[in-house]
């Protein structure tokens, strides 16, 4: 599955292989399948060191730590090494026994949940127990897994394909699958209630408080005209505050925060858990933004919130970057499912939760400000009020809509300061590949090679080189984090017509400014969608220094999102001139097809 890049492919090879999987068994390949044991949002990370893993492959098949070495310096992936020292082993015709997917799996959990003292010799011990009956490529993709390298590029939207097609015979139930995964994040728990209830359960599924909603998320639009125009039936402006996004979920006396990747943050934020508790209501789910304040209780920008994300120190860090949480939703209340109640209806639910919560420090817990807007003065004299507080725009949103979890829809509309002044807004890209610089950057990469998302086809698609922005720190710590995810050849999930030093599995998210997108041939994102041969570039790309550990690589810009900023770009400039205004980029690749 490594070297198939077609999605449909992939969808038909994994319907085959869930349908010849024993069905107690489905959620975990489910989970497997993703190179992962059990949903993002429960924290179960395996990602055994590289050191330790060579420990196993010495213990397990003889090898002496200078063999290993030397096969790790030839050929830079662990994964390479395994199968070459288990070929050594196998023309010793030593047989083993048989893998099944329920001892990988028994194996790879009770190695995640060893933590502790004594931990790292039990995960050696295991995980070379479990070398011991692989076959040659197992022991390549077990290495990968455990280390955290595998990516069959089986994105979450694929599975849900494979199982519609395996279990109901037909992809368009798809539908109703994606709406359950949206409402619960956790592919094993929509794959076995398919499977021991049926369709029928599915289109039946409510949030539940501890799993999260997959976050709905906003288009942006450049001009305030455009906005009313857009919300004809009727538009609330919020302020867009520059924080981190947070889910919360409380049962009882347990609340846990969930960020917009879905990962578990609750410690990281204790003083947001504590405001929390004190609120009346004991079953909730929601949704804001958590912001830095300064002492006179003004928001901080994005990168002083950073200085909460760690793993030592929490205690001094919350003393000295106490925080605001800061509620622009409400999904869920008291038993009662509110993701369906238009945005009216939502917005006084958690206005009233919040006031009814007197013991809470009314700095700390907030609803954001928001007010309703008929014409583009209120809206624009609302961003300028926005700004002064400290904020980074406004967040518009359609009074009728219901929570749309998981979507990017023009229910919600950004709009920030820079879209009216013909810059562009900031893009979050993947870094796919990076070149070693020269000079001062000699010995560290000085160039990154970046990719937009393409949703339809799961594949990230080139579309600039970076080199400038950084500081000295930012390139070393960038560096060193893009190590764990260097890989000897372009990962199938990238699709690039240049060659950098070296490849990156697609997982750190960088934001970029640019003066302009333009057309260039280097690059893949958006190939032929306006000219032949083809694809979106960035004129003048520079860092922000903002890495985007809250983004997952699938959450970056998407090629569909560059096709818009630039089709704003010419009817703002009328200035490319093969570019064609009046036809729709979407409506020529149609005719094309
Ligand atoms: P950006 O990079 O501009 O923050 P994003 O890609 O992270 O955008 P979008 O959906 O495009 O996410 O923009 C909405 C984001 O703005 C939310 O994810 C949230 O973190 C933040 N935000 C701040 N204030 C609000 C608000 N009042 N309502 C909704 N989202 C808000």
Redesign the pocket.
């Known amino acids: 599955m490594t070297k198939t890049s077609s999605r449909l492919e992939l969808t038909n090879i994994l319907a085959d292989i869930l349908k010849a999987t024993d069905p107690s068994m489905i959620p975990k390949v489910a989970y497997l399948t993703q190179g992962k044991l059990c949903p993002d949002f429960e924290g179960v990370v395996l990602g055994m060191a590289d050191k330790t893993v060579a420990k196993a492959l010495e213990r397990a098949y003889g090898a002496t730590p200078a063999e290993i070495q030397t096969l790790l310096r030839k050929t830079g992936d662990l994964g390479d090494v395994a199968a070459i020292v288990s070929r050594d082993q196998f023309q010793q015709a030593l047989v083993p026994e048989k893998l099944t997917v329920e001892k990988v799996y028994a194996s790879l959990d009770a190695i995640a949940k060893s933590v502790g003292g004594g931990s790292i010799n039990s995960r050696i011990t295991g995980f070379a127990a479990l070398l011991n009956c692989a076959s040659i490529s197992e022991a390549k993709f077990l290495t990968r897994f455990v280390t955290g390298k595998l990516r069959v590029g089986v994105a979450d939207y694929t599975v849900l394909d494979a199982l519609a097609l395996a279990f109901t015979g037909e992809k368009k139930n798809r539908g109703l699958l994606e709406k359950a995964y949206n409402l619960t994040s956790d592919l094993g728990f929509v794959a076995e209630l398919l499977l021991t209830k049926g369709i029928g359960a599915i289109a039946a599924v409510k949030a539940i408080v501890g799993k999260p909603i997959r ?6 639009m450049d001009s305030s005209e455009s906005i009313i125009a857009q919300l004809s039936s009727g538009a609330v402006a ?8 947070v889910q919360a979920h409380r049962s009882g006396n347990e609340v846990n925060l969930f960020s ?1 990747r879905l990962d578990r943050i609750t410690s990281h934020y204790q003083d947001v858990v504590e405001s929390l508790t004190q609120v009346e209501s004991k079953n909730f789910i929601v ?3 958590v912001v830095a304040l300064d002492g006179q209780g003004k928001y901080l920008p994005f990168q002083e919130l950073m200085h909460r994300r760690r793993k030592y120190g929490v205690a001094e860090a919350m003393k000295k970057y106490p925080t605001s949480f ?1 509620l ?2 409400i999904l869920y209340l008291n038993g009662k499912e509110l993701i369906d109640e238009p945005y009216t209806v939502r917005r006084q639910a958690l206005e009233d939760l919040v006031k009814r919560s007197k013991t809470v420090d009314s700095s700390r817990l907030l609803v ?1 400000p ?1 007010r309703k807007v008929t014409n583009s003065e209120q809206i624009d004299s609302m961003l300028q009020e926005a700004l002064a507080a400290g ?2 725009g406004l ?1 518009v ?1 359609d009074v009728v809509s219901p929570y749309r979890a998981g979507a ?1 829809e023009f229910a ?1 509309i ?1 709009f ?1 300061p820079e879209y009216r002044e013909n810059v562009r ?2 893009l ?1 890209l993947v870094i796919v590949g990076a070149s070693h610089g020269m000079g001062r950057r000699a010995g560290r990469y000085g160039t990154f090679l970046l990719a937009a998302y393409d949703k339809d086809a799961d594949i990230f698609r080139t579309t600039t080189k970076i080199g400038t922005g950084f500081t000295d720190l930012n390139l070393e710590n960038i560096s060193k984090t893009l190590q764990k995810d260097k890989i000897s050849e372009k990962s199938p999930r990238v699709d690039a017509r240049v060659s950098p030093d070296d490849w990156f599995e697609p997982r750190l998210v960088i ?1 970029v400014i640019a003066s302009e997108i333009t057309l260039s041939p280097i690059y893949t994102a958006g190939l032929g969608l306006i000219r032949p041969e083809s694809g979106f570039a960035l004129r003048f790309p520079k860092f922000t220094g903002k890495i ?1 550990t ?2 997952a690589p699938e ?1 970056s ?1 998407t090629v569909q999102e560059l096709l818009e900023m630039y089709q704003s770009q010419v009817r703002q400039f009328k200035a490319e001139p093969k570019a064609p205004v009046k036809t729709s980029p979407l409506k020529q690749r149609r005719q094309k097809v």
């Open positions: 976050p709905m998320l906003a288009e942006r919020e302020y867009k505050l520059d924080g981190e996004r917009r949704e804001g933004e800061n622009f939703d954001v928001a904020c980074e967040v949103k990017r919600w950004k920030k807004d900031t979050d934001e985007r809250d983004k959450d810009t």
